[in-house]
């Protein structure tokens, strides 16, 4: 929480991404490298100034009870993480985001030895003479439907509204 204050603060700040400059991929990127760079500067200063953030007043996040009860909440995510693993090993390729097992056909994890077996078929081969095959195509996750059946009769479920 502290680091993600910090950050919302320095965007909103003059000099930071939301004030005077854009919000660009490539802006947004050059601007979170150099975070590193100005918290060794801003270590400096505090080292320079004799003031820590720690013993300042202002920093209700790093009083003795905010810290206690940060650690608490962390003990309690690291159980219950223990229990309810967030990655189980399955057999099976599933989307993270929706819940959705993929079967045999699913081989986007494979679309580098998929692309450059296509590419060994049409080596040496014209432009006219080249035959792309279904077969030979990256299935991703997204070809699979999300569906049970009901009765014998397939019903399509939004994965979206399970989790």
Known sequence: MVIEQSMMKAMKTDGGITRGRSTKESVISKWVY???????VCDKLEDIANVRMDTTEQHVDAS???????????R?????????????EVNKIVSIASGVVGDDKINCYKAREVGLASIAKMTGLTFNNIKLKRADKVVPLLAMTSSIKVHEEKVP???VLLF
């Open 34 to 40: 150099s975070m590193h760079a100005m918290n060794t």
């Open 64 to 74: 003795d009870s905010r810290v206690k009860k940060d650690a608490r909440d962390i």
């Open 76 to 88: 309690r995510l690291l159980e219950w993480f223990s229990t309810h693993d967030p990655f189980p």
């Open 157 to 159: 479920i939004d994965p």
